[in-house]
């Protein structure tokens, strides 16, 4: 069975482009709101990122085949110091557009890689009550679920994409899968890794989803795709897949995440759209910006 992975260069606003209740399980992790070594003022307020993420949820209800689960890796943001409910609110805005919510897995990275910041050092320097604020360790993986699956549609499938979507126990027991919290190392920012600059989340947060939540041969949407990862792992799972990105200049990291790993019969497919930006280059200058200020 072959695989077809389109990505599209433009706003993921209006899935124009996907036919409706064609999306078996979507899996991604939209842009964190206006974070200062990421995305520094991408947005124009917190409003503007609440409506793109409402236009977004209405439109997934559309795609998303019933009964079918949808997923964000996201969490709250901090912002100048302003602490942004976003959790809340994409909940608030899935529930508004018809999702049921299923479920919440809190995603820890490891302690090692996080030092005491200025944030929470603040205790350090006046160990007295009201000047307690932690470093954040953990994001949070939200599920959504399009009303209720029905499993007696799975007499329909055939014996071999049965036997390719079988969950194996083994990791299920072992990874701890059957838990809310889930230990997975974050992709570290190391100067060779293809994801350079790019705020990619480990492989390891969709292969567990697409296993969990998909079935062989069926076809997996990521409308924020960034460097590619959920679409890679959908292809090496045998997967298809649908995903969106603004920034043209990602274009190159996307293919060659595909190059490493391409079966004869998956074809990897561009679709440029006229509203498409280039973000990554003013994004990084913004970034470097910030940094030259903060070490002065």
């Known amino acids: 069975m072959g695989t077809v992975h389109r990505v599209i260069f433009g706003n993921c606003r209006t899935m124009k482009e996907i036919h409706d209740e064609s999306i078996q399980l979507m899996v991604t992790s939209p ?57 809340a609110d994409i909940t608030r805005l899935m529930l508004d557009a018809g999702f049921r919510y299923r479920d919440r897995i809190v ?30 360790i953990q994001e949070s993986i939200l599920i959504f679920q399009k009303g209720r ?24 027991h072992s990874q701890e899968w059957y838990l809310t919290v889930w230990n997975i190392t974050n992709v570290l920012p190391l100067g060779k890794r293809l994801e350079k600059g790019v ?34 792992v959908a292809q090496e799972l045998g997967r298809s897949s649908w995903g969106y990105e603004i920034d043209l200049e990602l274009r190159k990291i996307i293919k060659e995440k595909f190059d490493f790993n391409h079966p004869p019969a998956s ?17 990084q200058r913004k970034v470097r910006t910030r940094v030259s200020v903060t070490l002065k």
């Not at 074809?267 to 994004?283: G, H, K, P, Y």
Request: aromatic share 16%.
């Open 31 to 87: 842009p964190y709101y206006n974070a200062p070594f990421d995305y520094p003022n991408l947005f124009k307020n917190y409003d503007e990122f609440l409506r793109l993420i409402g236009h977004l949820a209405r439109d997934l209800y559309r795609v998303l085949a019933p009964g079918r689960v949808a997923c964000f890796v996201t969490d709250d943001m901090l912002v100048k110091g302003e602490k942004y409910p976003v959790v």
């Open 107 to 136: 995603w820890v990275k490891p302690k090692g890689y996080v030092r005491i910041s200025r944030r929470s050092g603040v205790v350090i320097q006046h160990p007295y009550p009201m000047y307690y604020y932690p470093d954040n």
């Open 149 to 172: 699956f029905d499993y007696s549609r799975l007499q329909e499938l055939d014996a071999k994409s049965l036997s390719q979507s079988k969950i194996s126990i083994d990791d299920y």
């Open 199 to 232: 705020a990619a989340f480990p492989e390891e947060i969709p292969k567990r989803l697409i296993k969990l939540f998909s079935y062989f041969g069926e076809t997996v949407l990521d409308p924020f795709l960034g460097s590619g990862t959920t679409m890679k």
């Open 267 to 283: 074809r990897l497919i561009f679709i440029e759209r006229r509203d498409a930006r280039r973000l990554r280059s003013s994004l």
